[in-house]
């Protein structure tokens, strides 16, 4: 079984609608992060969760929320879906006791935004 | 502030031939780097990561780096590309208290047989 489950895994949807990914680990980490990934741009950071009560903006938030649930549980949503959030996103985790924590991701989650 | 560069965005090399990817990083502080590969329709996995503790890092499937700090450089090798090698491959860094992770753009790799 995968450490790090995203759900869904693809999802369309059209623009002004509300949609929630879902970030699932098994391996008992305190940090999870949310990234989007464009074509010629690697791998963009949206928000990081050292643990359930510290969650943190990053490099590209607008647009986006979080909700880190439990330990083991961080999604991320969109309020009013745009044309412009099309992406592949990315969920990851890390251990702060590894260093350097090394982050894990998860499969990934296609989403199209007509 | 951190940054990372990968020098081109696609690389092609024959099956059997050396395999190597360019990384350069910006770091105001020593950093640890990172090489992850992105196999078609999957996640990143972590190949191998540079901890200070020696500067030659030996990863998964035949790949190691280099750091070389007077280059600010972590460049990826591998001595002979196998078809199963055909990925994108991503540099990253990642120093100071936050630890957060930036990452290079990518570079394609293609393995021509």
């Known amino acids: 079984d995968a450490d790090v489950t995203q759900t869904p895994r693809n999802r369309i949807t059209k623009t002004g609608k509300r949609i929630m990914l879902e970030c699932s680990q098994t391996k008992g980490h305190d940090r999870m992060y949310w990234y989007r990934q464009d074509p010629g741009l690697g791998l963009r950071l949206i928000y990081y969760?050292?643990?359930?009560?510290?969650?943190n903006k990053g490099e590209i938030s607008d647009g986006y929320s979080v909700s880190r649930q439990a330990q083991a549980k961080f999604s991320l949503s969109l309020e009013s879906a745009i044309p412009n959030q099309t992406a592949l996103y990315f969920c990851?985790?890390?251990?702060?006791?590894?260093?350097?924590?090394?982050?894990?991701f998860g499969p990934g989650t296609r989403l199209t935004v007509l | 502030a951190q940054s990372v560069t990968q020098l081109g965005s696609h690389v092609s090399v024959s099956e059997g031939a050396l395999v190597l990817l360019r990384c350069n990083y910006s770091?105001?502080?020593?950093?640890?780097l990172f090489w992850y590969v992105q196999y078609p329709n999957q996640g990143l996995q972590l190949l191998l990561k540079y901890t200070s503790a020696a500067t030659l890092v030996k990863g998964i499937n035949g790949f190691e780096a280099e750091f070389k700090k007077s280059e600010t450089s972590f460049h990826l090798t591998k001595p002979s590309a196998h078809m199963s090698d055909a990925a994108e491959y991503f540099c990253?860094?990642?120093?100071?208290?936050?630890?957060?992770?930036?990452f290079g753009s990518g570079t394609q790799l293609t393995v021509l047989p």
């Open positions: 990253a860094v990642s120093s100071g208290s936050a630890r957060q992770l930036t």
């Open positions: 770091s105001s502080v020593p950093p640890y």
């Open positions: 969760s050292f643990d359930v009560k510290d969650i």
């Open positions: 990851a985790t890390s251990d702060t006791r590894e260093t350097p924590d090394t982050q894990y």
